[in-house]
């Protein structure tokens, strides 16, 4: 996970969160992905900051969710270039 940007959206600030591989994985697939993408963004989430509304394992369910969401996207959207 990478810290990316803090941006303001209605007045609220946010962090993305970048979900990018690590070069030092154990499976070989993803670290011979990580060496050849080695900065490639596979998901991002955007994380509200101060959010009081929320326990903290809240927000980690929602990171995960939105992570998955964006993931499962770029899959879609390659499979489709492929066909």
Same mark, same amino acid.
């Given at each position: %996970?990478?810290?990316?940007?803090?941006?303001?959206?209605?007045?609220? #600030?946010? %962090? !993305?969160? *970048?979900?990018?591989?690590?070069?030092?994985?154990? !499976?070989?697939? /993803? =670290?011979? /992905?990580?060496?050849? =993408?080695?900065?490639?963004?596979?998901?991002?989430?955007?994380?509200? /900051? *101060?959010?009081?509304?929320?326990?903290?394992?809240?927000?980690?369910?929602?990171?995960?969710?939105?992570?998955?969401?964006? /993931? #499962?996207?770029?899959?879609?959207?390659?499979?489709?270039?492929?066909?």
């Amino acid at each position: %996970m990478d810290y990316g940007e803090k941006f303001k959206n209605d007045n609220q #600030e946010f %962090m !993305r969160l *970048n979900f990018q591989l690590n070069k030092e994985a154990e !499976r070989k697939t /993803l =670290k011979d /992905l990580a060496k050849k =993408k080695s900065h490639e963004v596979w998901a991002k989430a955007d994380v509200l /900051l *101060n959010d009081s509304k929320k326990t903290e394992d809240e927000i980690s369910d929602d990171i995960f969710d939105d992570l998955e969401k964006d /993931l #499962e996207k770029k899959i879609e959207k390659d499979v489709k270039k492929k066909t």
